[in-house]
T-cell receptor, first 116, second 111 residues
Framework: GAVVSQHPSWVICKSGTSVKIECRSL??????MFWYRQFPKQSLMLMAT?????????EQGVEKDKFLINHASLTLSTLTVTSAHPEDSSFYIC????????????FGEGSRLTVL | KQEVTQIPAALSVPEGENLVLNCSFT??????LQWFRQDPGKGLTSLLL?????REQTSGRLNASLDKSSGRSTLYIAASQPGDSATYLC??????????FGAGTQVVVTP
């Protein structure tokens, strides 16, 4: 099946620094990618929808200046957590959908961010 | 606003028993429903995708049904194995393709 790769799988950073997480579709072109965050023992919460070549659409309550999303190509989307704080520590997961309209979504393995 | 509920939140069964996981949603105007498996600290693995026009999907020991009018889906796992231990999430997609997830059912299959 389709593969979505996330990197890094885990990262520890100091408070105030910025962290970039990459999401790549390895064997298909992803016109749309979604970014989620997941707190322990909770479900995934959609943060933003990323369409190739256009600005991301953020969900209510998500700070777009803090969580910068770039979808520069059909195979790569990046999430940058700027000026990270301990409360940003979470599990971030991306998903990607191919050119087939509203088809199955494929998920990355997730990236665990710990901000000290 | 769409709300997705999964019951039970946790389930423990002995190996060999069948598993029944329930998912309900409040808005029946869904495009599709997807069941996922999540292992601790890992991403999601898609198990089954049911389009809104379908009633069920099957893959090996897994069978998922969908009753859109009543806002319910059920995932059946036959003859459970210890390797089936994981958290199972259901998610419904709207016409824009956005997924709304349930909180999941944590399953433990004991040898």
């Amino acid at each position: 099946g389709a593969v979505v790769s996330q990197h890094p799988s885990w990262v520890i950073c100091k408070s105030g620094t910025s962290v970039k997480i990459e999401c790549r579709s390895l064997d298909f072109q992803a016109t749309t990618m979604f970014w989620y965050r997941q707190f322990p023992k909770q479900s995934l919460m959609l943060m933003a929808t990323s369409n190739e070549g256009s600005k991301a659409t953020y969900e209510q309550g998500v700070e777009k200046d803090k969580f910068l999303i770039n979808h520069a190509s059909l195979t790569l989307s990046t999430l940058t957590v700027t000026s990270a704080h301990p409360e940003d520590s979470s599990f971030y997961i991306c998903s990607a959908r191919g050119l087939a309209p509203l088809g199955e979504l494929f998920f990355g393995e997730g990236s665990r961010l710990t901000v000290l | 606003k769409q709300e997705v509920t999964q019951i039970p939140a946790a389930l423990s069964v002995p190996e060999g028993e069948n598993l029944v996981l329930n998912c309900s949603f409040t808005d029946s105007a869904i495009y599709n429903l997807q069941w996922f498996r999540q292992d601790p600290g890992k991403g999601l693995t898609s198990l089954l995708l049911i389009q809104s026009s379908q009633r069920e999907q099957t893959s090996g020991r897994l069978n998922a049904s969908l009753d859109k009018s009543s806002g319910r889906s059920t995932l059946y796992i036959a003859a459970s194995q210890p390797g089936d231990s994981a958290t199972y999430l259901c998610a419904v997609a709207d016409s824009w393709g956005k997924l709304q997830f349930g909180a999941g059912t944590q399953v433990v299959v004991t040898p």
